[in-house]
C-alpha cells in the first residue's frame, strides 16, 4: 500500500515518520506524539518552513530533508517527569530507557518490513482501548475493562448542517474530559506569546485545546490571584460558556474564542494593565467570552420581524444581545462556575453593570451612537474618568468582534465563508416564511468581495481608525492589515465584474450570431420557395 514519508525535527534533531496514506489520523498524530516523547494529553503542533501551523494528519504534504517541518509540545504536563521518575524508582527499571527501547524497536520493525505490519496497528488499537478504559470513570471495575466500548466513540461530525442546534450531552462530555485532562499542562512561552498578537490562527486548535488558551488568558492577566478564582471554578465556568454556544456556522465557540483573543491581545498591545484596574480588565475579557452565548444564527431582524420569543421578552430591543446577556449570568449564578463568587457585593455590582453595558454595545444598531461618543470624548480622552472608560470599553469590545479582517488573509478568509453561509441561511429563512430579506444576506445579490468591500470602507476602518488615534501603535497592527483586505476584495470585486462583462459579451454575441444565422436561414427558404423565373440571379 502507499505510504507517506514526512521529514520533521524535534529540539533540533532530525526525525523522519512513514505511515499509510489511509491510516486514522489519530494514528498518525501518537507516530509524532512518540517522536516528541510526549504524554497522552500533551499538546503538539507542527510548523511548515514558513513558520505556519499545519494540521498533524494522514493529508500532510510530504516533504524533503531540506524542507523539514518543526515539531514542538506547546503545552506540556510539568508533574510527568516528577511522577515517571517515581514510578521508575518504585519498579526498580528506567522508563525513559525503556521508552527508547521500544522506539528503536518499532523503528526496526518499520525498516525490515518496509510499512508498519497490520498486527502492529491491532495491537496499538487494542492499547488505545485498554488506556481508555483504565482512564474511564465509568469503567472503574474489573469486569468494566472487558466491556466492548466500540459503540459511541465517534467524534462529532465538523459539518454543521449535519449536526444539532445545541451540543449533546455526548459531544459536551468528551470535550471536557479532554478539557480537564489538559488543564494542568504548562503552555510553552513561545504560545503565550503567540497568544498576544492579532496574528493567532485558531483554525488548527481544538476546543479542548481553546480552553486551555482561555485559561491561559485569565491566569496570564493575573485575575486568579487578584479576584481569588478557584481553577476547578475556572474549568467549570469555561466548560459551560463551551456549552452554550451552538452548532453554527459563524457566531460559535471558536468565534468566541477568536473575539477573546484579539481583547486580550489588545489588552497587551496598547498596555492596558498599566492604565486600567484589574476590575475593568476582567469585564472586557469575560464579556468578550460570553458575549454571543446561545447565538441561534438569526440575527436582531429576523427575530423582530418573525415576532420570536426573545423579541417579545426583550420588546424588540437588542433582543439576542440581552439573552447573551442573561445566559452569561445563568452560568455566572450557578456557584460552581461563579468565577465572581470570592468578591465583594460592590465589585460584583461594578463587574455586572460593566458586562451587561459591553456586551449590550455589540448591537450593531447602536454603532454610530456608542463611535460618536468615542469621537466626541477623544481630543481630552482621560483614563482617570469613568465614563471615558466605559465607552472605550465598548469600543474594545466592538473592535473585537468584528476584527477578523484584521488577521492573516488564511485565518480571516475561511471566517467570511462561514459569516456568509449563516447570512444566507437566514435569508433562505425569511424567504420561506414570507419575511423582509434582509438585503446584505441575500444570496441572490451577495458575493464575497461585495460583502466586504462596503462594510470595511465605512465600518471597520473608521473605528479602528478611531481607536489608533489613541493608541498609535495598533495602526500596524490592525489598520495595515484592514486596509490591505480592502485591496484584496476590492480587486476581487473588479475581477468579477470584468468576468461578468466578458460573458455578458459573450452571451450577446452568440444570441446576435443566432438571430443572424436565423434570418439567413429564413430568407433562404424564401428564396427557394420562389419560382425560377422570379429568382433574383435568374437568367
Known amino acids: 500500500m502507499a505510504t507517506k514519508l514526512i521529514y520533521f525535527t524535534v529540539n533540533g534533531t532530525p526525525e523522519q515518520a512513514e505511515f499509510l496514506v489511509d491510516c486514522p489520523a489519530e494514528d498518525v498524530k501518537d507516530l509524532f506524539r512518540c517522536a516528541a516523547e510526549a504524554g ?3 499538546i503538539l503542533k507542527l510548523y511548515n518552513p514558513k513558520g505556519n501551523i499545519i494540521n498533524i494528519s494522514p493529508s500532510l504534504e510530504p516533504n524533503s530533508p531540506t524542507s523539514c517541518y518543526k515539531l514542538e509540545v506547546v503545552a506540556a504536563d510539568s508533574n510527568s517527569a516528577p511522577l515517571a521518575a517515581e514510578l521508575a524508582g518504585a519498579l526498580r527499571f528506567d522508563l525513559s530507557s525503556m521508552e527508547k527501547r521500544l522506539q528503536g524497536l518499532e523503528k526496526n520493525i518499520l525498516i525490515e518490513a518496509g510499512e508498519t505490519p497490520a498486527v502492529v496497528y491491532e495491537m496499538k488499537k487494542q492499547v488505545d482501548s485498554f488506556q481508555e478504559k483504565l482512564e474511564s470513570v465509568e469503567h472503574l471495575s474489573w469486569l468494566g475493562l472487558f466491556k466492548d466500548l466500540s459503540e459511541g466513540t465517534h467524534k462529532p461530525s465538523p459539518f454543521y448542517h449535519k449536526r444539532t442546534l445545541h451540543k449533546t450531552r455526548k459531544e459536551c462530555e468528551h470535550v471536557r474530559e479532554k478539557f480537564l485532562q489538559m488543564s494542568s499542562l504548562e503552555v510553552s512561552e513561545e504560545v503565550r506569546q503567540y497568544l498576544k498578537t492579532p496574528t493567532f490562527d485558531n483554525w488548527q486548535w481544538e476546543d479542548a485545546e ?90 436582531n431582524a429576523y427575530q423582530i420581524n418573525a415576532r420570536t420569543e426573545l423579541a417579545l421578552r426583550y420588546n424588540d430591543i437588542s433582543p439576542l444581545e440581552n439573552h447573551h446577556c442573561a445566559v452569561a449570568f445563568e452560568i455566572l449564578e ?23 453595558k459591553c456586551i449590550l454595545a455589540t448591537d450593531m444598531t447602536r454603532h454610530n451612537e456608542i463611535l460618536n461618543r468615542f469621537k466626541s470624548i477623544l481630543p481630552a480622552f482621560d483614563f482617570t474618568n469613568k465614563d471615558h472608560r466605559e465607552v472605550l470599553m465598548m469600543i474594545l469590545i466592538k473592535v473585537s468582534d468584528i476584527s477578523n479582517e484584521a488577521r492573516p488573509m488564511e485565518v480571516a478568509e475561511p471566517w467570511l465563508d462561514c459569516l456568509l453561509q449563516e447570512f444566507y441561511n437566514q435569508s433562505d429563512k425569511e424567504k420561506l416564511e414570507g419575511l423582509p430579506v434582509t438585503p446584505f444576506m441575500d444570496r441572490d445579490k451577495v458575493n464575497k468581495p461585495s460583502s466586504q468591500t462596503g462594510f470595511i470602507r465605512f465600518v471597520l476602518l473608521p473605528l479602528f481608525i478611531e481607536l489608533a488615534n489613541l493608541f498609535p501603535c495598533l495602526e500596524q497592527h490592525i489598520i495595515d492589515p484592514v486596509r490591505k483586505a480592502l485591496d484584496y476584495y476590492t480587486e476581487m470585486e473588479k475581477a468579477l465584474e470584468r468576468e461578468k462583462q466578458i460573458r455578458a459579451q ?34
Open 506 to 539: 459573450s452571451e450577446n454575441a452568440a444570441k446576435s450570431k443566432e438571430t443572424t444565422v436565423g434570418t439567413q436561414s429564413s430568407a433562404d427558404c424564401h428564396t427557394e420557395a420562389l419560382p425560377e423565373a422570379s429568382k433574383p440571379d435568374a437568367q
Open 210 to 299: 481553546i480552553m486551555v488558551l482561555l485559561q491561559v488568558m485569565y491566569t496570564d492577566l493575573d485575575f486568579i490571584a487578584a479576584f481569588n478564582i478557584e481553577p476547578e471554578v475556572l474549568q467549570q465556568f469555561l466548560f459551560e460558556v463551551y456549552r452554550r454556544y451552538n452548532n453554527i456556522p459563524f457566531h460559535n465557540f471558536k468565534h468566541c474564542f477568536c473575539v477573546t483573543q484579539m481583547m486580550y491581545g489588545l489588552i497587551w498591545l496598547t498596555d492596558l494593565k498599566s492604565k486600567m484596574d484589574s476590575v475593568d480588565l476582567l469585564i472586557m475579557l469575560t464579556c468578550a467570552v460570553c458575549h454571543d452565548l446561545d447565538h441561534t444564527g438569526y440575527n
Open 334 to 356: 450557578k456557584t460552581e462556575s461563579n468565577i465572581f463568587r470570592n468578591l465583594s457585593m460592590d465589585q460584583y455590582k461594578r463587574i455586572r453593570e460593566g458586562i451587561i
Open 40 to 42: 497522552p494529553h500533551d
